[in-house]
């Protein structure tokens, strides 16, 4: 597929890849291939996207080596063939069962718990389920305090020792901005509010929970995205999916990203309307169906569309990856569609002055028909938020269900929106917001070479603050859990099934809360850990995104 406007490289200059242009010696600046043997040597999959992007767009993914992914799938296979045989133990009472199982006198009804369904949980997640939900007991800020707890039946149960762990520096938080304090101007803000306010509503919206902090918090949000109008919610999940079944329904075709977050996943399928899925982040992909969808309109009846809507996100939280908003925009204006924008993780972190991934892009807001996201990463509260015209939040304040059914934002939260809101604008006076917009820029920057130089294959946008580390074999997930809790390091680690099966990862989120010593700490204890658990797989070979290869007959598709 030919990319629209895309630009001619001017006569002797280097190839240029992403808008980055080639070093001296034939290597790339970006990192997608090192090492090139002359600068006249043909660089091969290199795409060029003009006009369109006005920044470099660095971001590749570096190929599985054959190597780590049979052995991924080994240890899987042991792990499966371990399982069974200890569910025919447990069977036959050679060992004690301590999952849930139907009782006795109800052996002959419909099983509550299917065996085969909860295999994965009972002989692979328990064995590691030590390295999630750890309760800490501060703060969520750069440095945490944690629960120490124990386990003597293999992570069945836990039991808490009565001792607290100090000072772990907290790398699993969406704390992007910093703004989960418990001292500052912030705090001082919501204590003020809640004693006037009290702490919660008790009614929604549309009877006696409308306050006139809420209508504050809408005109402050409209005017920090740059559009009419804007709806703050309760629950940044339910934004997504209370929301997108009131925008489309019977008739309507959504078009989603294949790494899309849960919530949209959901909203989509309530909502009635027909579902297919594109390859993550490729617009080849994306354009296929939107041509299909145009040309052969509804299925059996062959009637056009009610409406076409592109499901995607700014950042998305388990790859690292930035949405290619200006080739998803000019795609959604070729073919008259609708873009609805997710910035849940993008909103504050990405951005000179922190308005998300379309300024990132130095893009209009008016070409994204529904920006949503959440105001519980970069500005440390709880809740969502919807912006566009006027016409289109006046709709959603009648027919959201959202909107009509859930409960208010609390007050103090509201008041910890507007207050880092207004600190990110500028509009308290000081500069600090506009400073930890730019100290996250560069912690996320230090902290994603520094780990590639050291060997690791790392994921995503050099500009994402959500940083995976590739761990690929399923012993090493608990592994580098643990062992970076030893050293006083709080990471998240993921794995199937909410990864690929053979890409389990630990996911780092940069703050502008983390000092350079911090993160110098960090990246210490990770090189370390790294070296014990043999995980620096990097061969230097990455592959960008828009090259991994597409099958045209492969997309998923799902009818109504």
Not at 71 to 84: E, R
Not at 475 to 485: D, N, P, T, V, Y
């Amino acid at each position: 597929m030919e990319r629209p406007e895309r630009a001619a490289a001017a006569p002797g200059a280097q190839p240029r890849a992403n808008g980055c242009s080639g070093a001296a010696h034939g290597a790339l600046r970006n990192g997608y291939v090192r090492g090139l043997p002359a600068p006249d040597t043909q660089i091969n999959h290199i795409v060029h996207n003009g006009g369109l992007y006005k920044r470099p767009f660095n971001e590749a993914f570096e190929e599985t080596p054959m190597l780590v992914a049979v052995l991924t799938y080994v240890g899987y296979g042991v792990l499966t063939l371990f399982g069974y045989l200890r569910d025919f133990m447990r069977q036959w009472k050679i060992e004690k069962c301590q999952n849930a199982t139907e009782r006795e006198e109800q052996k002959d009804f419909v099983p509550l718990y299917q065996d085969f369904e909860n295999f994965y949980n009972r002989n692979l997640y328990m064995r590691i389920r030590d390295s999630w939900n750890r309760p800490i007991c501060s703060v969520p800020g750069a440095k945490v305090d944690m629960m120490e707890r124990v386990s003597h039946d293999y992570n069945w149960t836990f039991t808490y020792t009565g001792r607290v762990i100090k000072d772990i520096i907290n790398m699993g938080s969406y704390n992007y901005l910093g703004f989960a304090q418990k001292a500052g101007t912030c705090q001082e803000a919501a204590a003020k509010v809640l004693s006037q306010y009290g702490a919660g509503v008790c009614s929604t919206r549309q009877e006696m929970g409308n306050l006139d902090k809420h209508e504050e918090l809408e005109k402050l949000v409209a005017r920090f995205l740059g559009v009419e109008s804007a709806m703050a919610y309760g629950m940044g999940f339910a934004t997504n999916s209370m929301n997108i079944p009131a925008l489309v329904g019977k008739g309507c075709l959504i078009l989603s990203d294949e790494l899309n977050h849960a919530s949209l996943v959901l909203g989509a399928r309530l909502s009635g309307a027909t579902i297919r899925i594109f390859k993550h982040n490729n617009m080849q992909s994306l354009e296929k169906l939107l041509k299909d969808a145009i040309v052969h309109g509804q299925p059996r009846t062959r009637r056009p569309w009610k409406k076409i809507l592109i499901l995607v996100e700014g950042i998305y939280s388990m790859e690292g990856s930035i949405v290619r908003l200006p080739e998803v925009i000019a795609l959604k204006k070729k073919y008259k569609s609708y873009l609805y924008l997710d910035e849940a993780h993008s909103i504050g972190a990405l951005g000179p002055s922190g308005r998300g991934v379309v300024e990132y892009f130095g893009l209009s807001p008016e070409d994204v028909d529904v920006m949503m996201g959440t105001f519980t990463k970069s500005f440390g509260a709880a809740g969502g938020y919807i912006g566009g015209k006027k016409e289109l939040i006046d709709y959603l304040r009648t027919y959201s269900h959202s909107a009509v059914y859930a409960t208010s934002l609390s007050p103090p939260v509201v008041e910890q929106i507007i207050t880092s809101m207004k600190c990110i604008m500028g509009e308290d006076g000081t500069t600090v917001g506009k400073a930890r917009v730019q100290q996250l820029a560069e912690n996320t920057r230090y902290f994603r070479r520094r780990l590639k130089e050291m060997g690791f294959i790392i994921y995503g946008n050099e500009d994402s603050p959500v940083v995976p580390l590739m761990l690929y074999m399923p012993a090493k997930i608990g592994a580098f859990g643990r062992e970076m809790l030893k050293r006083n390091i709080g990471v998240v680690v993921v794995g199937f099934p909410a990864t690929p099966i053979i890409e389990s990862r630990a996911r780092f989120c940069l703050s502008a809360a983390h000092t350079k010593e911090m993160l110098d700490t960090a990246l210490k204890e990770i090189n370390e850990v790294g070296d014990l658990l043999q995980l620096k797989y990097s061969r230097h070979r990455l592959v960008p995104l828009l090259d991994r290869p597409f099958d045209e007959t492969t997309y998923e598709e799902t009818e109504d």
